[in-house]
């Protein structure tokens, strides 16, 4: 008989992934429902590493403007 979990991911339940720690915050439930329901994830541990993966990605971009701010910016090619 085959394996149903035969090429699947290895789960290891009680062991996080590498890197993640477990915490315990004091959190707006309010907050984190609409951040939630904005982020489009099912639990709140996924609420709040999308809501820190966006946080990040505001810094880059953040980061990538100022670069080309410091090289002399973009020209607007619409202004007349």
């Keep these: 008989m ?7 991911a290895v789960v290891r339940l009680g062991r996080p992934p ?3 720690v477990r915490k315990n915050l004091h959190i707006d439930q309010r907050k984190l429902d609409a951040a939630r329901k904005a982020l489009g994830v099912r639990t709140e541990t996924e609420t709040v590493d999308a809501a820190l993966d966006a946080i990040a990605l505001r810094k880059e971009l953040s980061r990538g403007i100022q670069r080309v701010r410091a090289a ?7 202004q007349e």
């Design 72 to 78: 002399g910016g973009l020209k607007d090619i619409y």
């Design 18 to 20: 590498r890197g993640w």
């Design 2 to 8: 085959a394996n149903p979990n035969a090429g699947s």
